[in-house]
């Protein structure tokens, strides 16, 4: 068992919002002696698991919605799938659109970097929209896909 403290350096979180999660519910199953939080092995994981949802873009009440269906067992194993499964989706639709934001970024300061060079940016527009390096091309085409 842990205390808050221990926890907090371990997970690289501040007391407080240890505190938080814990008054939203998001640790059903802490023990308290005298008052004070001991954290397990299952609180452990829970944090792990409510840091990644906040990463992939979940509110805190979500996180609790979901952190609800956990408590209520097995019966609620296909509908924590399907919430996952959804949010995996939009972290995957995500991770296309930076992917593209990145691609343009790339083209944009090889462009430059080929315009200071040449002293002028006619020659590079002469290479649109097919007629680049291979790997700017490349670049090129993912930072243009609808």
């Known amino acids: 068992m842990y205390t808050i403290g221990q926890v907090s350096k371990l997970s690289d ?11 939203e519910g998001l640790f059903p199953g802490i023990v308290r002696n005298s008052g004070i939080r001991k954290f397990g092995e299952e609180e ?11 990463k ?8 609790k919605e ?3 269906l956990r408590a209520e ?8 799938k399907h919430l996952l499964e959804e949010q ?6 995500e991770m296309s659109n930076l992917q ?16 200071i ?20 091309q490349k670049l090129y085409d993912l930072a243009h896909e609808d």
């Open 13 to 23: 979180l501040p007391i407080s919002t240890l505190r938080y999660y814990d008054k």
């Open 44 to 54: 452990l994981e829970n944090i792990r698991v409510i840091e990644c949802l906040k």
């Open 56 to 63: 992939s873009g979940w509110s805190i009440k979500e996180i």
């Open 66 to 68: 979901y952190m609800v």
């Open 73 to 80: 067992g097995k019966e609620t194993y296909v509908q924590r």
């Open 88 to 93: 995996k989706c939009a972290l995957e639709e």
């Open 100 to 115: 593209k934001t990145h691609a343009m970024l790339e083209y944009k300061c090889w462009y430059y970097e080929q315009a």
């Open 117 to 136: 060079l040449n002293g002028d940016e006619e020659p590079v527009k002469k290479l649109l929209p097919d007629k680049l390096p291979e790997d700017i």
